[in-house]
Nanobody, 124 residues
């Protein structure tokens, strides 16, 4: 199982930007669908974005489409989530997850490897 570690969370004002990173060890992202999920207080965890290692296919939830971009650096085995035009409703713990040999999924049960999460708070 690949091991994942997120970083880059923090406090940002509405309209601001943050870039989250997900670094992998023990495996190559080229074999995995890498997804970002988030969980706000009192809410269920939800899908945010994904990037397929083989095809490069990306997918975004409608709530973040046009504001968030997912990308990767193969040399560093790291996936990034660039978040722009942040809103207070984007406040959540963000998790990186990996699904082996998947090209597309929004179902968290398909993702067997998870990071510990990083807090993103959007507030004035």
């Amino acid at each position: 199982q690949v091991r994942l570690m997120e970083s880059g969370g923090g406090l940002v004002h509405p309209g601001g930007s943050l870039r989250l990173s997900c670094a992998a060890s023990g495996g190559s992202f080229s074999d995995y669908l890498v997804g970002w999920f988030r969980q706000a207080p009192g809410k269920e965890r939800e899908f945010v974005s994904s990037l397929a290692g083989g095809s490069g296919r990306t997918n975004h939830a409608s709530s973040v489409a046009g504001r968030f971009t997912i990308s990767r650096d193969n040399t560093k085995n790291t996936v990034f989530l660039q978040m722009n035009s942040l809103k207070p409703e984007d406040t959540a713990v963000y998790y990186c997850a990996a699904a082996w040999k998947f090209d597309y999924s929004e179902y968290e049960g398909d993702f067997k490897s998870w990071g510990q999460g990083t807090q993103v708070t959007v507030s004035s």
